[in-house]
């Protein structure tokens, strides 16, 4: 366990916080995303003085020119992350280190410069410091961060910005699926594709959201909950959902997750699971797994589980998959003894309840 400090950091506090009464109000049962604290954590850059300004201050909106380069050629990345309130009444982060690294790989993706590691582990915990008291205390609370970066300079010729801002706003988040679903259903789209070989697909970047968005409204209009992609070549690869890695569980104890081929996300989530997946003895390969096979699996009962994880959704049944040509179900469709196993691994080690043989976990009060 590592402890950060914050010393580059200048503090505004906000001099209208919210009450605490109200505090209180809204941190229960917040809908992901719709609930945010009292401050953010803000750095310039600019080509001439690098990056500079470094300050937390009260959240507040963002002055932009019509002209500044993100509204036109989308050069934004970010990161989701979250901070765990302690059995000790502290605070702590999971795997920081691997989100400020991914962030620095979504920024040379998008030819945008890179943030020293140092400085956007500390824009977090100064950010956590601040807001701590925002962190929700029930068992599926969290306080989500969102560290991200994008083109300011007032510019319309296509090239990459020679300014940017990056911040960090938290806000206070419960379970991701509406009452804690037991199992998720998911749509498979064959119209739309996520990413292609030597595209955006491996980068966090707000393109990769925004042209989901119409295959998860094809996935809602279809009853379902989550969009799940197929490979952009051949288009029956398995790649990813929306927002979440996915993985297969065998009736012979072993597991499946798509490699990266660099068309999907590498998951912090992903990445972990495999680690506590492979010291329990518990084989996972890495490998394509096509939709076809993954029918042919359920049906036959060879699949007995199949799982998403992420930050914003931890580990997540998956209970039932459709398309175009039909839907089939997943075991109980609900979560399986493995993904429960899983899950409850992950979760005891973020949340302070187990040890961390992993170092995974950085205090942050
Ligand atoms: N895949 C996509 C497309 C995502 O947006 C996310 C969420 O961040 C993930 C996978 C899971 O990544 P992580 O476990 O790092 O949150
Ligand atoms: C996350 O899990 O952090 C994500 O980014 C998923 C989604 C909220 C975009």
């Known amino acids: 366990m590592s402890s950060g400090t914050s010393t580059t950091f200048a503090f505004e506090p906000n001099g209208l916080p919210v009450d605490g009464e109200e505090r209180a109000r809204r941190l229960v049962g917040p809908v992901f995303g719709r609930v945010f604290t009292d401050h953010m954590a803000v750095i310039r850059y600019s080509e001439a003085k690098g990056w500079h300004d470094a300050k937390v201050t009260a959240r507040a909106p963002v002055t932009m020119d019509p002209a500044a380069s993100v509204l036109h050629y989308a050069q934004e990345i970010f990161e989701g992350m979250k901070a765990y309130s302690r059995p000790d009444g502290g605070a702590a982060l999971f795997r920081p280190d691997a989100n400020a690294r991914r962030f620095n790989a979504s920024a040379r993706r998008m030819a945008m410069p890179e943030l020293p590691e140092a400085l956007f582990r500390e824009s977090v915990h100064a950010l956590v410091r601040a807001d701590a008291a925002w962190i929700p205390q029930d068992e599926d609370g969290a306080l989500y961060l969102r560290p991200f970066m994008f083109a300011s300079e007032v510019f319309l010729g296509v090239k990459p910005s020679a300014e940017y801002l990056y911040m960090v706003i938290a806000s206070s988040v419960g379970a991701y699926f509406k009452g804690g679903a037991p199992a998720v259903s998911l749509w498979v789209t064959r119209e739309y594709t996520r990413a292609a070989p030597g595209g955006t697909g491996a980068a966090k970047c707000g393109g990769n959201y925004a042209t989901s968005l119409v295959a998860q409204a094809e996935a809602t209009r279809n009853g379902c909950d989550q969009v799940v992609f197929l490979d952009a070549v051949e288009r029956r690869w398995v790649e990813e959902l929306g927002g979440m890695n996915i993985f297969f569980v065998f009736d012979d104890g072993s597991m499946v997750t798509p490699p990266l081929t660099g068309t999907i996300l590498p998951g912090i989530t992903r990445d972990s699971i495999l680690t ?57 469709q609900s979560a399986g003894p493995l993904t429960q196993r899983i899950r409850a691994m992950l979760v005891e080690i973020q949340r302070g309840q187990a040890p961390d043989p992993y170092g995974w976990i950085e205090r942050v009060i």
């Open 276 to 332: 506590l997946a492979r010291d329990q003895g518990i084989s996972v390969r890495e490998e394509p797994y096509s939709i076809e096979q993954w029918r042919a699996d359920a049906e036959s009962g060879r699949l007995t589980e199949a799982f998403a994880c992420g930050t914003a959704a931890v580990v997540t049944a998956i209970g039932s998959v459709a398309s175009a040509e039909g839907r089939f179900t997943i075991g109980g």
